[in-house]
């Protein structure tokens, strides 16, 4: 399987953690971003997001890279990664979307073996791409792309 | 922008997820479908992709419970349950798709699924609009296609079964922008009088499958009762003058 963690784009400040939603400038640099994933030629068959407003309409954008995709939303992307977790991921270029420290405590479970292995540092708009079975340290990081890189392929 | 928030429907939906939870009371399961596929409506009015599929799964997910509440009706009303080995073979079914659907309504995709409609970005009236008017051309299509399935034999069953979900479609979009659909409602009640023969009569065919029963009279009996239903309706052009 491949996997792509991707971190929500930037949203505006608010009270309301789970309602704030991107900000004009998020949208259109990740917008940008998605841009650059389309030139490295990635597609994706499901796309599991969080339920956070920002993680929604940062799913929303990938509809271009997800033509035939199946779009899921789940509450386990919005708390520590977990065995229920793992369990949902199937498929063969998968795409999550959410927010950290758990994207980062999930890279490091997949990659290492332990959640609490590293900081991979995944910006806002970032992807890292694994790839391998999605078990504790069953996968390896193809790549990390800051979203700056992203927004320059696009 | 005028804009259209999901809030009247979700709160629907929440407050039946429960009751269709317990499992007491048939109305529960039914009430959150039909929440699930208002909501559906509203997001593809506002030509949103996610949490669409989300709530399609959750319509699906409790579909099985539905069909067999509506068969017990309709059983009832018949005069009694029948066949004992059908009766038997529909308790069986009805606990396997109860347990279905109560992994559903306590999955992380539900838990999900209710957070983020909370806090869904409002959809713009007039992207909605738009979606409006091509849900009226869908229906019409469907419309052409029944009219076109009366000289196909086999035809006409999933051809009113698309007349009926096209409809229902647009009645709810209608109902999200505030517009008249009296009249869609009555013809989507008349098909879905229709559609519920059909649905037990399939259910007829999968327990003859299963046990080996000779079901033909039973079968006989619902296509004759379709059939029936299905020339009233077509004998009172009348009734599709709404989607003219």
Known sequence: MDLFLIRHAIAEDGADDAARPLSDEGAKKFSRAVRGLDALGLRFDRVLHSPKRRAVETAERLGPLAADADFEVTSLLAEPPSDELLSHLHGRSVALVGHEPYLSALLAWLVVGAPDAGNFALKKGGVAHLSGEPQPGGMRLVALYPPKTLRELG | ?244
């Open chain 2, 1 to 244: 922008m005028t804009a259209l928030t999901p809030a009247p429907w979700l709160e629907h939906l929440e407050r039946h997820v429960p009751i269709a939870l317990e499992g007491v009371d048939p109305e529960g399961v039914h009430q959150v479908r039909v929440a699930g596929r208002r909501l559906r409506v509203l997001l593809e009015l506002g030509e949103r992709r996610a949490l669409v599929e989300d709530l399609r799964w959750l319509v699906r997910a409790l579909s099985r419970t539905r069909d067999l509440d509506v068969l017990r009706d309709v059983l009832a009303g018949a005069g009694g349950p029948g066949h004992e080995r059908f009766a038997e073979w529909l308790e069986r079914l009805a606990a396997e798709a109860r347990h279905d659907a109560e992994a559903a309504l306590t999955s992380p995709r539900l838990t999900g699924l209710l957070a983020a409609l909370e806090v869904l970005s409002p959809i713009d009236e007039a992207v909605a609009r738009r979606g409006l008017r091509k849900a009226s051309q869908r229906a019409r299509k469907q419309l052409d296609a029944l009219v076109g399935a009366r000289l196909e034999p086999g035809a006409l069953g999933p051809a009113f079964h698309g007349l009926r979900r096209a409809l229902r479609r647009l009645r709810y979009a209608n109902d999200w922008l505030g517009e008249p659909s009296d009249g869609l409602k009555h013809l989507q009640d008349a098909l879905g009088a229709l559609c519920d023969v059909a649905a037990l009569e399939r259910l007829v065919r999968e327990f003859a499958e299963t046990s080996g029963a000779d079901v033909s009279a039973a079968v006989a009996r619902l296509e004759a009762a379709q059939a029936a239903l299905a020339a009233q309706l077509l004998a009172t052009p009348a009734a599709f003058a709404v989607l003219r």
